[in-house]
């Protein structure tokens, strides 16, 4: 019984061989990562509020540079945005375009004044024409995970599968996540800092599946989610009519790389931060959903609210004992005070509330 038992075996041995390599669990991804870096870049700009990053990744996306990301407080920053290659070059990028609801932005490389030449890059309108993959495919995730990469150093890789495609509900502190359409949900821990905006791979690194996504906890169980925004990304969004718009990814990169698309940058030297005709040097997040909670971004050097001792990450929780839950009631009780007067503005930092004197001034003139 025991030679056909062996014939058996080696005829499966046999066949098994004639179909080709299969994956082993030590078979190295080295050749796949190194060029799948190629494609990659390392983002450094301004940082936002407590726990984002002033670091992050991005995926190219052309052979005139431009990369596609995560949108980003880092990227909110003017003659600052700078990217490095796989290869250790550094260059300088502009914001292109952002689109809040989709949670994507769109950058580009420039070496002086004219954009680099980048012959290695993801095709993401090719890619993002392909179906969604099945839950159980097997993926590689690139990032600056941790800023472990710098210059030509490769970033980080993970491996693992798709655990599900589903709705993303998510949060970050205590502000819901702009994008709330299906994203893929995998098994691998790759939502850190530094990660947003990197990419998500097939095994052999051909097609790009997808980016990255923030660190957020999911809404229902108060866990942290890891997920990618994938290419085939999109929402429905009503207007100030109540019409109903759908938003794409692929429509997002068209219209960006046509110089079409929003743009948020956050300009310090007229920065309001409240109302008409007042100048406090606060720099407030972006006002990108219906009740964004007022944190405060940045502070002018030398402004009111620097002289005030308002610092980044404080949240406005009152002004004049008024309680503010919004960027809009915010700047509703400022439009009640009058340039030179005095405003009492209680704010969170960390467990603690501070009150602190703010005197607001009128707003600069802008010089001819």
């Known amino acids: 019984m025991r030679f056909p038992k062996i014939l058996f075996c080696a005829a499966v041995v046999l066949a098994l061989s004639a179909a080709g390599p299969t994956a082993r669990a030590d078979d190295s991804f080295a050749p796949v990562t190194e060029q799948v870096n190629k494609r990659l870049v390392k983002i450094y700009g301004s940082g936002g509020y407590r726990g984002v990053p002033a670091y992050g990744s991005g995926v190219i996306i052309s052979p005139d540079g431009y990369v596609l990301t995560i949108d980003s407080q880092m990227l909110a920053t003017r003659g600052d ?126 097609q790009l599946l997808g980016l990255i996504g923030r660190e957020l906890k999911n809404t229902l169980t108060e866990t942290w989610v890891n997920y990618a925004m994938p290419l085939q990304a999109k929402i429905d969004v009503k207007n100030d009519k109540g019409e109903t718009k759908t938003l794409t990814l692929v429509d997002f990169v068209q219209k960006a790389m046509k110089g079409e698309g929003v743009v948020k940058i956050h300009d310090p030297k007229t920065a309001k931060g409240a109302g008409k005709n007042l100048y406090t040097g606060i720099v407030l997040v972006p006002d990108v959903v219906e009740r964004t909670p007022p944190f405060v971004e940045e502070v002018v050097p030398n402004s009111p609210a620097m002289k005030a001792g308002l610092k980044p990450d404080d949240l406005i929780v009152y002004v004049d004992g008024n309680q503010v839950v919004s960027i809009k009631e915010y700047r509703a009780e400022l439009d009640k005070i009058q340039p030179n007067n005095e405003v009492k503005v209680e704010v969170r930092r960390g467990d603690k509330l501070t009150t602190l004197t703010l005197k607001v001034e009128e707003l600069p003139k802008k010089k001819p």
């Open 81 to 206: 945005l700078r990217v490095h290659m796989s290869t250790g070059e550094r260059y300088t990028a502009q914001l292109i375009a952002t689109e809040p609801d989709l949670d994507l932005a769109m950058i580009r490389i420039y070496d002086g004044k004219n954009p680099i030449k980048t012959p290695d890059y993801f095709d993401v309108l090719a890619d993002a024409a392909r179906p969604i993959v099945d839950p159980g495919t097997g993926i590689l995730a690139f990032g600056n995970q941790f800023k472990i990469a710098d210059r030509g150093e490769p970033m980080s890789v993970q491996r693992g599968v798709i655990m599900a495609y589903s709705k993303l509900r998510g949060r970050r502190g205590i502000t819901d996540a702009p994008y709330d359409g299906s994203v893929y949900f995998t098994d691998t821990i790759m939502c850190n800092p530094g990660n947003a905006g990197g990419a998500v791979v097939t095994r052999n690194g051909k």
